[in-house]
């Protein structure tokens, strides 16, 4: 666990430029007309159009993206009232939490102002800046009433995320943690710690679940409430019990078997934890500091299922995994209102992702390998990136089905996609490739099978409905791996190409190899021996039908894997060599590099090859090559080495391909401006054209290429390396793989693959 300091956390905020959010302007503003439309004179068109007609403000501003982050700073965290600007930090968090978790824009506003008719006015009187509201921090009993009057006068989205985003995170790790422990929500002794704005709210959710009123016991900082304590509130009546055998936490804890702490930080000992019921639910989720430590309460018991409100510890119940989402929601079909039903099913949503496999992006960011619903996970991780499409979903759904949806959703599949590219989870080019594949899907041989992340990539790959895999080593070795990762190999097949029952098999592939290769110095017998590796049988199933595409490369050389892929499949007709291409999907576009690791120093016929092939993989893509050949100079002015390669290339490219728009020896940065490119080299056949491929002279220079606009962008996607030339899929990953790279590349292998069959 990472230990936060005062020292870490005030230098984060302090450094570079002070707080956690800016402004980014969303139009084109460097040109005199820019500037002129989006601000004076045309400016004043939308601003007519919204006079004339209010909604279409939601067609020319943010508005319809944009959620106010409200506070006036009295019940911050668990720090108390500690003043509206001293709790911006923590709206400005929340801000961050927004974009980055659910694409929201937020402006955080701090309104000095404790009396509630007055801060209600406040918010009233900006609310037209905004899509939705989401109130922050504001203690009880004021909350209540603020919540209640601004949802009746605003029509827009208006939640108090410490009231409902706490009890729909809190209730869905209840539900998750009672299916664990074993337990009955109808029959759990439920101890509340804290009667304010969480608590209340997530208690009354709770007895919406099924929760018994009189198997509650609440507390708030005088101790249980009972019903005969004078001036309770009439959030704190609604709880108070008959019950007096209980005044104290301690009283109140003996044999409870959940305990819910929404309250401060230290109010629980050990010794109350060990006087809980079997297999105690635990939820202290005060912040920053938790009711009892996540190490206290697992060395009370070992059987506890424990939670705090920390990202720190296991099972965070904390409202980032829901209000980015919930607000997504409700702008998406731009609600009036988030009402019940839309709590309700956002609770659901939640519970159920817990209990689906876990993306390998989640396991990556804890450093885990096997999260999976139990004891220490009964909660999706915030990281969870279909927490955006699972739940805003569900939440858009249910404000259609409850009759507070203005703008209504009709294609789920477009809405979800539409989602996760806007959250950069993919691309178009991505999502292409998974359609296109999964209409075709093929069998594809997964030659490292043995490796966590071609086993991984083999259920996701299938999940997908993309391919049929087939895992080649040992079974045994293969499943027993595949249960320590708690993976399905269910509809994989393992082929184990060693074993005594293969041996017909291996002798088959042998003498069809031995033939093929006879004037090569091979014979049967050393054939034969071949077919006990992996890229030797693996390829002779592509090769003889027997499997449709190849993949390797998370471990194993790719100088062996060439040369086996030579012999084997061999390079298509009428080429010499082959080479591999990546695609980068940056903000600025889609751009094809090759060859990024095949030829290391190509001469001319390399280079012409690559070409072509680079200019077909393109057409593959259903994009038009428009290529540039990149050197250090243009245009002939460095008459020697790489240059003069790249020179020739181009001459000897364009004479034979004249309908092909390729050009060069370039730069680089005259290839991405074709502005200043069209202006000073008006004579070139990329007159006009945005570039949107780029061959390079060597592979040090292309291989940099795409890992130096990787590392400088690590949102932009990259897919690669897709294998060109050899005539069969037989395709490679590399070292540093991801699951998702390998699926991706498993994706364009079946689509190849089908290419290659229809041709
Ligand atoms: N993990 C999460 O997602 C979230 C966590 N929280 C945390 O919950 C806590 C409360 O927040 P919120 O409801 O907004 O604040 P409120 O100010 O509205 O409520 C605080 C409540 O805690 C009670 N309290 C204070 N001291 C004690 C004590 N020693 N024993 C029992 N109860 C006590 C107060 O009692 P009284 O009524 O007598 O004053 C009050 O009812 C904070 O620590 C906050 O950080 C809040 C929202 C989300
Ligand atoms: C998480 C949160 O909203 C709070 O602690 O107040
Ligand atoms: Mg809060």
Redesign the pocket.
Known sequence: MVKITKEAALEYHEAGRPGKIEVVPTKPYRTQTDLSLAYSPGVAYPCLEIQDNPDSVYKYTDKGNLVAVISNGT???GLGDIGAMSGKP?MEGKGLLFKIYGGVDVFDIEVDEKDPEKFCEAVEKIAPTFGGINL??IKAPECFYIEERLKKTLDIPVMH??QHG?AIISSAGLLNALEVAGKKIEDVKIVVSGAGA?AIMCTKLYVALGAKLENILMLDSKGVITSDRPNLTEQKKFFATERRDAHTLEEAMKDADVFLGLSKGNVVSKEMIRSMAKNPIVFACA?PIPEISYEDAMDARPDVLMSTGRSDYPNQIN?VIGFPYIFRGALDVNASAINEEMKIAAVHAIADLAKQPVPDVVNQVYKVNNLTFGPDYFIPKPVDPRLITEVSAAVAKAAMDSGVARTPITDWDAYKNNLRRKMGQETNVTQSLYETARKHPQRVVFAEGLHPTMIKAAVQAKQEGICQPILLGNDEMIEKKAAELDLDLTGIEIVNLRHDREMARRERYARILAEKCCREGYNFEEANDKMFERNYFGMMMVETGEADAFITGVYTKFSNTIKVAKEVVGIRDNYKHFGTMHIVNSKRGTYYIADTLINRHPDKETLKDISRLTADAIRFFNDEPKMAMISYSNFGVDKDGSPRLMHDVVAEMQAEYPDLKIDGEMSIDLALDHERRDKKYPFLRLHGEVVNSMIFTNLSAANSAYKLIKGFSPETEVIGPIQMGLKKPIHFTDFDSTVRDVVNIVAVAVIDAYVNKIK
Do not use: F
Request: no cysteine.
């Open positions: 019940a911050v965290l923590v922050e921090d995320d410490d706490t969480a912040n409202n």
